[in-house]
């Protein structure tokens, strides 16, 4: 049923997945987020503290999703050594089936599993893919409901600019 819910949600806002600007978060505190690695282990977003983090909801049926995964992994080579990290935060789905898609795509960057729907719910995420910038500090300073182009100088230098300066 969620499965269900959430690919009516993904094409109900198809319109809405094809923008690409980043918007200042208006929505508050950042929720918390703890959820498990493909391998079981535990990440929390406080754990990450000291560095920018894309938070990412996104599903392998979400075809958005599925255009901007390369980007992320361009992104995530070009931001190597530097205070930046990528959660992203599988929405429903079972390990076996995201594991089998990480392994295809050859995806490096962490990717977390929200199989009850707990982070969705609490980040009250209604589009996929929907992202979200938190700085160092770990509040959410943008946001981007639909897919985008990560690796692009635009959203490289938005990423750079809440790094803490060396």
Request: net charge positive; with cysteine.
């Amino acid at each position: 049923m969620k499965k269900i819910l959430a690919g009516l949600c993904c094409l109900f806002f198809l319109a809405a997945a094809q923008a690409s600007e980043l918007k200042p978060w208006k929505g508050g505190p950042t929720p918390p987020l703890a959820l498990q690695d493909l391998k079981g282990k535990t990440h929390k977003l406080e754990d990450y503290r000291g560095k920018v983090v894309m938070v990412q909801f996104w599903a392998t049926w979400c075809p958005p999703c599925l255009k901007e995964m390369p980007a992320m992994q361009r992104l995530e080579q070009k931001m190597a050594g530097k205070p930046f990290a990528i959660l992203a935060v599988n929405m429903g789905e079972t390990n076996k089936d995201v594991s089998e898609f990480v392994n295809k795509m050859k995806i490096g960057f962490t990717v977390l599993m929200d199989e009850e729907g707990n982070g969705v719910g609490a980040w009250k995420v209604f589009v996929a893919p929907s992202t979200f910038l938190v700085d160092p500090q770990g509040n959410i300073h943008y946001t981007l409901q639909g897919g985008a182009e990560w690796d692009e100088q635009e959203y490289v230098k938005a990423i750079t600019g809440l790094m803490p300066a060396r």
